[in-house]
T-cell receptor, first 114, second 115 residues
Framework: KNQVEQSPQSLIILEGKNCTLQCNYTVSPFSNLRWYKQDTGRGPVSLTIMTFSENTKSNGRYTATLDADTKQSSLHITASQLSDSASYICVVSSPEGGYNKLIFGAGTRLAVHP | IAGITQAPTSQILAAGRRMTLRCTQDMRHNAMYWYRQDLGLGLRLIHYSNTAGTTGKGEVPDGYSVSRANTDDFPLTLASAVPSQTSVYFC??????????????FGPGTRLTVL
């Protein structure tokens, strides 16, 4: 069964600190892996998209890594800010039956405290 | 540029009632999607449309219907709402559908409560 599992479920860090969020997936066939940021009460917003051949991709203070062999990804946030408080969702894309199916993880809820 | 708008923002609905959630995008994207997000679960695809005039079933289509009369609008209808349809509903769009490597842009969501 195609699944995307994220850890930790929730995380509290102090402003200025770094953190790393984890994503493990069992999805086949694999098309790409995406990280989304979802602020409370808002829709998800894309941070990064990586294909099978990409090991790392950065977007400002966000750096995503992908190990397609072990089917693991991580999202590293550097020098956290209060505005980083949100849910971070790992999404794996898989071609299926006429559309590009997205399998969503349940997300990691990050709280950045002053 | 508004991107994707959804209406209503929230709604409380009696079980058995009919409800249509509206979604409009101004990006001229070909593909549109409806998802539901439930606590502790990832978003799940209800229905999708790769282009105007076509629709397809996603992971959890039962109890929902959609139509795509034009490029911009993609309404989701609950013919007879049940409490298990209480959820937050997100509409999304992408430049193309199918197997394309395309970013999906999400609307702000509609919070629906069925009593």
């Amino acid at each position: 069964k195609n699944q995307v599992e994220q850890s930790p479920q929730s995380l509290i860090i102090l402003e200025g600190k770094n953190c790393t969020l984890q994503c493990n997936y069992t999805v086949s066939p694999f098309s790409n892996l995406r990280w989304y940021k979802q602020d409370t009460g808002r829709g998800p917003v894309s941070l990064t998209i990586m294909t099978f051949s990409e090991n790392t991709k950065s977007n400002g203070r966000y750096t995503a890594t992908l190990d397609a062999d072990t089917k693991q990804s991580s999202l590293h946030i550097t020098a956290s800010q209060l505005s980083d408080s949100a849910s971070y969702i790992c999404v794996v894309s898989s071609p299926e039956g006429g559309y590009n199916k997205l399998i969503f993880g349940a997300g990691t809820r990050l709280a950045v405290h002053p | 540029i508004a991107g994707i708008t959804q209406a209503p923002t929230s709604q409380i609905l009696a079980a058995g009632r009919r409800m249509t959630l509206r979604c409009t995008q101004d990006m001229r994207h070909n593909a549109m999607y409806w998802y539901r997000q439930d606590l502790g679960l990832g978003l799940r695809l209800i229905h999708y449309s790769n282009t105007a005039g076509t629709t397809g079933k996603g992971e959890v289509p039962d109890g929902y219907s959609v139509s795509r009369a034009n490029t911009d609008d993609f309404p989701l209808t609950l013919a007879s709402a049940v409490p298990s349809q209480t959820s937050v509903y997100f509409c999304a769009s992408s430049e193309t559908g199918g197997y394309a490597y395309n970013e999906q842009f999400f609307g702000p969501g509609t919070r629906l409560t069925v009593l």
